[in-house]
Antibody
Framework: EVQLVDSGGGLVQPGGSLRLSCAAS????????MSWVRQAPGKGLEWVAN????????SYEDSVKGRFTISRDNAKNSLYLQMNSLRDEDTAVYYC??????????WGRGTLVTVSS | QTVVTQEPSFSVSPGGTVTLTCGLN?????????PSWYQQTPGQAPRTLIY???IRSSGVPDRFSGSILGNKAALTITGAQADDESDYYC??????????FGGGAKLTVL
């Protein structure tokens, strides 16, 4: 059974940092592109970042470029999102998802990030 | 700036048919955008319904179908059921590893 377990969310002050993790199991993690997708309270889905299978290529939504860094450790079957210079508008549930085959195939249950003073 | 458009709300009677669409503020949606569709109920993670325009994800009932209608991607639910009442999102692949979601459509079955 495919499982993606997101963790690392919490309350952080504006300007602060947070690192999200996503532990994968039940599939060959190293064969899959991975993404982070977020959802602000009461709002729609927003794609945040994407990483190639070997980590050699990364892409970001414009509002997080230069502040967020996506990475992966295939030996640990884990995906990460380092979030710096956090803003109020980054408050959201963050989901990790597989993104091979031009689709978000499997989703984690999400981890809530709240940016507030 | 590219914006993916969805009508915000729909309603359908049980057993009825409804079509949700996914467009672009400038230009047409084609299969080259690999449109995909996701269903989400409150408090839950999204569930993948359709990808690459018209391929149903594993376990998705065949009452859900995807297509291109005119200049938009479309999700059609034929024979709607009460538990289809959810939010529906389309996503388009914009190239170079980037994606864009539509604003979502809330479907009411009544």
């Amino acid at each position: 059974e495919v499982q993606l377990v997101d963790s690392g969310g919490g309350l952080v002050q504006p300007g602060g940092s947070l690192r999200l993790s996503c532990a994968a199991s039940g599939f060959t993690f190293s064969n899959d592109y991975m993404s982070w997708v977020r959802q602000a309270p009461g709002k729609g889905l927003e794609w945040v970042a994407n990483i190639k299978v070997d980590g050699s290529e990364k892409s970001y939504e414009d509002s997080v470029k230069g502040r967020f860094t996506i990475s992966r450790d295939n030996a640990k079957n884990s995906l990460y999102l380092q979030m710096n210079s956090l803003r109020d508008e980054d408050t959201a549930v963050y989901y990790c998802a597989t993104s091979s085959g031009y689709r978000f195939g499997y989703w984690g249950r999400g981890t809530l990030v709240t940016v507030s003073s | 700036q590219t914006v993916v458009t969805q009508e915000p709300s729909f309603s359908v009677s049980p057993g009825g048919t409804v079509t949700l669409t996914c467009g672009l503020n400038s230009g047409s949606v084609s299969t080259s955008y690999y449109p995909s569709w996701y269903q989400q109920t409150p408090g839950q993670a999204p569930r993948t319904l359709i990808y690459r325009t018209n391929i149903r994800s594993s376990g998705v009932p065949d009452r859900f179908s995807g297509s291109i209608l005119g200049n938009k991607a479309a999700l059609t639910i034929t024979g709607a059921q009460a538990d289809d009442e959810s939010d529906y999102y389309c996503a388009l692949y914009m190239g170079r590893g980037t994606w864009a979601f539509g604003g979502g459509a809330k479907l009411t079955v009544l």
